[in-house]
Every structure is written in structure tokens, then in C-alpha cells.
């Protein structure tokens, strides 16, 4: 295959849409969008602007949803795959993390919605949850005041988890969820939430 770049900043989300006519004119029409932007600040919420909330919600929710919405009308036409890369933080949050989660939640529930609307249509909504991945994204991302990081001890390698998606996008899977401390933590919270706290 042939790989290209097409550069933009994703907490400009109707700017990155735009693009998609100069990637369709390079490549062909758009069959698969996987949505795999993670970006925050970390901290405590008291710490945290506004503005912290509303960046993440730029760079992890809407621009998915512009990029959505300008691939809408083809794929309905002539069927393709939404995937949206998740976080455990969606459904149980963790403490220095609430604008990440915040952000990753309102992405599971667009999915979902999605999911539905589009059912009987030929574009399918896959959602993953990959846990936590070895990709340094702890070590670059800002920090506001001294938040407690809760740091996990193993993290998936970033090519195994991208496997399991490519596996995943090539079968009729609606949900993708790669196991590991963050699912186990899932689990456990959905039958004794006292305990995980």
C-alpha cells in the first residue's frame, strides 16, 4: 500500500473536514476513519481551566465528529467503517485525568449514537478500548499544579493493540476491548465500585 500525511491540528476540527477533499482527490474516497487523536492536561480539577476541558474536548471528541460528519454522506452511499479509539477512562475515571475522560466519554456516546442511527445503513461504528499503551504519551503531555499520577506498572506495546484493530476492522466486530489492568479495573467497578476506589 501507499501511506501519505496530511498535517493539521485536530483542536481545529472543521479545518482538519476540510482536508478530507484534498486527501479523497489524492488517495480515493475514504472507506475506513479511525479515530485515534489522545491528548490532555493533567491534573487535579480544582487546577484545571475551562480551557483545559474544552481543548480536550476539541482534540479528542469534535474533531472525530467533524471528520464524521464530512465522511457521512459517501460512506452511507458506499458503505465503510467509523472506528473509535476509546480509553477506560470513558467509563471509570481516575484522578488527575477528568478532562481526558470527560473528553473520551463524550466520544463512547457519540459512537454509540452513531451506532444506532446508522443501523440498517452499510457504514459500521467500531469502538476499541486498548487500555493503556506503551506510546510515551504519559511523559509528554502538560501537567497543571502537582497531580497524583496514578502510573500503570505494564502497558501494552502500541503495535500489538494495532493488530488486534486491524484484526478487528476486518471482521464485523461492533466492540473492541484489549484486556489488561484497565479492563480488569472495568470489571470490578461494574460489580463493586467500593472496592475500586
Not at 24 to 37: T, Y
Request: include cysteine; charged fraction near 20%; proline fraction near 6%.
Amino acid at each position: 500500500g501507499e501511506a501519505r500525511a496530511f498535517p493539521c491540528d485536530l483542536r481545529e476540527g472543521e479545518a482538519c473536514a476540510a482536508q478530507l477533499a484534498l486527501v479523497e482527490a489524492s488517495l480515493g474516497p475514504v472507506d475506513v476513519l479511525v479515530a485515534n487523536a489522545g491528548m490532555t492536561t493533567a491534573g487535579e480539577v480544582a487546577d484545571l481551566a475551562v480551557a483545559t476541558f474544552e481543548a480536550d474536548l476539541r482534540g479528542n471528541f469534535l474533531a472525530h465528529a467533524a471528520l464524521t460528519r464530512a465522511l457521512l454522506p459517501g460512506l452511507r452511499q458506499r458503505g465503510g467503517t467509523l472506528c473509535y479509539v476509546l480509553s477506560g477512562l470513558a467509563l471509570r475515571p481516575i484522578p488527575a485525568f477528568a478532562s481526558y475522560a470527560v473528553s473520551k466519554a463524550a466520544l463512547r456516546a457519540y459512537a454509540e449514537s452513531l451506532r444506532f442511527e446508522l443501523a440498517g445503513l452499510p457504514v459500521r461504528v467500531l469502538t476499541v478500548q486498548p487500555g493503556t499503551m506503551d506510546t510515551g504519551f504519559l511523559e509528554r503531555m502538560e501537567r497543571v499544579g502537582e497531580p497524583h499520577l496514578l502510573v500503570p506498572q505494564r502497558a501494552a506495546p502500541a503495535a500489538r493493540v494495532a493488530e488486534r484493530m486491524v484484526r478487528a476492522l476486518g471482521r464485523d466486530e461492533a466492540r473492541l476491548v484489549v484486556r489488561g489492568g484497565g479492563w480488569l479495573v472495568g470489571q470490578l467497578d461494574h460489580f463493586a465500585p467500593r472496592l475500586v476506589d
